[in-house]
């Protein structure tokens, strides 16, 4: 790995910003409900597999924790009140002397930071920054954070596979806009550069973190029991792409765009991580669970499926087909999701949320 390696400038794919109807910070709900299942996994892995007095000499007066791809809140404030709440009490049980702690929020630049910064939360024990710039690369300095986490952030890719758009390629994806249902060339193009950029991710987060340092993840992942080109939670982006191509079939946009078109994400099984974690060799698995993400209770409508697609996709629609599709693409979303009874049951169902704590050696 490359110690002197920066920050990495890449494609970036920001959720909705502002606070508006379609905004991230309107439409998230699903996702906090969904990670608050690993909540007690969070408590564990601090209370557990942290030892404070391993790198104790490298404190000093301050702990670092990073929140890699924080997007615009609030379910990064919520994450990190439960991070620091379980370092309060570890820090009560195992060491005397509790130092300030400093929060980073990381995102591409192109996040909106400053809705993000205008909805911290009035009354905190923390110091923030913002620190922008792809967490596939280098985004902090060597050996200078203590805890690192993410949510819902690591299926994102870096680019989208480039043999996807070359017409001469087996793996050339028309006509779809993923891997759901696509051929094994498509989905085995995915997967590699899932490993790639994974492989970079942890590369750098080894340079970044402190010899005992800790890192938190959860992502949302392909149950053992279920093909790769059928991940539960890709049925929703089959949904958009349908009526992508009923847009192209109308003249409302055209055929060459959809063909072009293609989401960076990918829900990886838990075994392609746990290999590019041991091929880095600089970890140690201390917890590892495929979750059931929590989303009972939460109203279920076709027409909030529609929105919290929007809010996370309209950006990267946009710069490919304009900003003028949206609204009548959307509400096309709505109407076809309104033949299916429960839009969000078949995504989020047992095996389609990993937790994984993480050591460094």
Not at 41 to 70: P, R, Y
Not at 122 to 136: D, K, L, M, Q
Not at 201 to 226: K, Q, S, T, Y
């Amino acid at each position: 790995m490359d110690n002197n390696t920066t920050t990495v400038v890449l494609e970036s794919y920001p959720m909705n910003g502002g606070d508006g109807t379609y905004s991230y910070s309107k439409n998230s709900n699903i996702h906090k409900k969904a990670s608050s299942v690993a909540s007690s996994l969070i408590e564990d892995a601090i209370a557990n597999k942290f030892d404070m007095n391993q790198f104790s000499s490298s404190l000093k007066h301050t702990f670092n924790i990073a929140d890699l791809g924080c997007s615009v809140g609030p379910n990064t404030f919520i994450a990190m009140e439960k991070v620091l709440k379980a370092l309060q009490i570890k820090y009560q049980s195992q060491h005397p002397n509790k130092p300030e702690f400093h929060v980073f929020f990381n995102d591409h630049s192109a996040n909106d930071f400053n809705t993000l910064f205008s909805s911290l939360p009035p009354e905190r024990y923390y110091f923030v920054a913002g620190v922008p710039g792809s967490f596939h690369g280098r985004v902090f300095p060597k050996s200078s954070l203590h805890l690192a986490y993410s949510q819902y952030a690591l299926q994102w890719l870096s680019k989208v596979p480039e043999e996807l758009l070359d017409k001469n390629s087996p793996a050339w994806n028309k006509g779809r806009i993923h891997y759901t249902y696509a051929c094994d060339e498509v989905v085995n193009a995915y997967a590699a550069q899932f490993s790639k950029d994974m492989a970079s991710f942890f590369d750098a987060r080894a340079n970044e973190l402190v010899a005992g340092g800790l890192m938190l993840f959860i992502i949302p992942a392909n149950p053992d029991d279920i093909p790769c080109s059928r991940p539960p939670l890709g049925m929703t982006f089959d949904l958009l792409g349908r009526c992508l191509v009923d847009m192209a079939k109308e003249g409302l946009i055209s055929e060459v765009e959809v063909d072009s078109f293609n989401l960076p994400v990918y829900y990886p099984y838990a075994k392609e991580i746990t290999q590019v974690i041991e091929r880095n060799g600089c970890f140690d698995i201390e917890m590892m669970e495929l979750q059931r993400p929590q989303v009972d209770g939460l109203r279920q409508t076709p027409q909030i499926l529609a929105s919290i697609l929007r809010s996370g996709l309209e950006v990267i629609v946009s710069k490919h087909f304009g900003s003028q599709i949206i609204d009548e693409l959307f509400n096309r979303v709505h109407k076809k999701a309104e033949e299916f009874p429960n839009p969000f049951e078949s995504s989020f169902r047992e095996g389609t949320q990993l937790f994984l704590a993480l050591k460094r050696k």
